[in-house]
């Protein structure tokens, strides 16, 4: 079992920034490949970056160029760095390993909107 918490989401106006944070409590955490999800009503869970164990990541088109995800494997967190913010990023955020393990944290929610 993993506890995954997410922090760090919040009201932000189009073009401003955020920056997600998520702990995990899994001590293999420096071995796995992370990602950050995310969710709307409308629309399946999306993966939108990813970030190996060695540290290379990799983005969702919708997303390339403004978000920049990060690890400290130290600290068994991953972040997520999110600038020029739309609206349709609008979602609630998660953070997991890729391929996910079963559990998940509660996420944050992100809104964008002016």
């Known amino acids: 079992q993993v506890q995954l918490v997410e922090s760090g989401g919040g009201l932000v106006q189009p073009g401003g920034s955020l920056r997600l944070s998520c702990a995990a409590s899994?001590?293999?955490?420096?071995?796995?490949?992370m990602g950050w999800y995310r969710r709307t009503p409308e629309k399946q869970r999306e993966l939108v970056a990813t970030?190996?164990?060695?540290?290379?990541?990799n983005y969702a088109d919708s997303v390339k160029g403004r978000f920049t995800i990060s690890r400290d494997n130290a600290k068994n967190t991953v972040y997520l760095q999110m600038n020029s913010l739309k609206p349709e990023d609008t979602a609630v955020y998660y953070c997991?390993?890729?391929?996910?393990?079963?559990?998940w944290g509660q996420g944050t929610q992100v809104t964008v909107s002016s």
């Open positions: 970030i190996s164990w060695r540290g290379s990541a």
């Open positions: 997991n390993a890729v391929p996910y393990w079963a559990d």
């Open positions: 899994r001590s293999s955490f420096s071995a796995n490949n």
